[in-house]
């Protein structure tokens, strides 16, 4: 994809993610795709600075995102000098005159207003750019999550957000629809036909995604322990691959065919009632443990966590969806951070053979294993016949990787993502009644926990998180891949 002449404006242009994620992945696009002219990147903030702070600010903290083989010190000083700053108060009308000033000449290009805030301050900057005469008709918005604490503040700022832009203008960004893998994930099901006869539950017995971190909350502590791994993780990156992974096929891959039928499945999740709350989920916080063998505090004793704080810093959750193609068949979601492993997969074991004749226990069917990181693979677990005398069968792995296969450099999420949203392609991004449905699904769980009044089960740092989460699984005769 090459670059069109865009103006990028980011509101959080000093935070984190600007320095983590934006500002690596556009260089990355730029890079590559040696683009020159006609794009400006603005990052915006409250603080006050020139232009050369900011240049400092980014060489500082955000080229140490860049891995070694992929810095080029002349394509990075051509791709900074796109680069300004400008301080603004978001909540502050007045600030605005200096960006429209900016922007004068440039009124017929793409213009993308990303913004990396808070979502408390959505509404206000929305109603400010409008006041301001900045949005045109080809402007973008894009806007990162949580959206929201529960439904109803979500309602709240898509409304807001919505007498500004239309729907088509919103890109409402979810990192993990940006991944590789996803997209492979796509691939596999709909540009193969020997899946599609298999994807359903006769076939499948249970399904398992996990998003597991090593890290912590990193600095982050503030935002974390007000949202928690339910809504930080659950309320967006499960449930979207969980979409990805149990939609119907769509009829093309444009926008609303895709998010049509991924807001199904949303609606077709089982509510979690009152009564199920103690078997179905799974709320851990970690304590003091290790991680490769280098002890961490527990997340009471984190920069920023109030010593009495109940927030989860994981959760497991045994999700059903009530349609046709899925009735009966279990979907165990689970996240955590300080886990043992980084890993992110997407697990889906079939059924066992319905008559066994060769020495194959009962729990080993045939398994899928669609892995997001922290290597990119899709592993296919056949039976084999053991060699030698005996009649002896186990798994072993079609294993599909993606780094040896094709021996180009993967794109991060985000710079898929930050391209569409300039090229204006709404497929990966959610639309408003999707957020609306999962919010829907999530609040009552959260309800649930607060009615019960039961502090997180404790897991130590470097573990597979709580005791509970096992038995969660057990209890329906299953096991996690980890235990199986
Ligand atoms: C973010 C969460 O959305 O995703 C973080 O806010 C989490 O808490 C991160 O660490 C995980 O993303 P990735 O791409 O590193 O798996």
Known sequence: TSLQEFDLIFFGGTGDLAMRKLLPALYNRFRDSQHTQGWRIIGVARQDMSRDDYLNLVNEHCRQFIPHGEFDAVAWTAFTAHLEYLKLDGLLADDYAELARRLQHSTDRVRVFYLSTAASLFAQICQNLSAAGLVTPQTRVVLEKPLGRDRASSFEINE?????????????IDHYLGKETVQNLIALRFGNSIFEPLWR????????ITIAETVGVEGRGEYYDRYGALRDMVQNHLLQLLCILAMEPPSSIDPDAVRDEKLKVLR???PITMDAIKTK????????????????????NEDGIPADSSTETFVAIKAELENWRWSG????????????????????NFRPVPHAILPVSASEGNRLVIRLQPDEEVMLYLMVKVPGAEMKVRPVDLNLDFKQEFKTRQWDAYERLLMDAIL???????????LDAAWRWIDPIRDGWDALGEPPKGYAAGTWGPTAAST?????GFTWREDG
């Open 160 to 172: 807001a957000v919505g007498k500004i832009f239309e729907e088509r203008q919103i890109f409402r």
């Open 201 to 208: 539950r006769s076939n499948i017995q249970d399904v398992q």
């Open 268 to 270: 077709a999740l089982k």
């Open 281 to 300: 989920t799974v709320r851990g916080q970690y304590r003091a443990g290790a991680i490769d063998g280098k002890a961490v505090p527990g997340y009471l």
């Open 329 to 348: 068949v279990p979907f165990y979601l689970r996240t955590g951070k300080r886990m043992q492993e980084r890993v992110a997969e997407i697990v889906i």
């Open 424 to 434: 204006g392609k709404l497929t990966l991004f959610m639309r408003r009644d999707e």
């Open 472 to 476: 969660l699984i057990t209890r329906d």
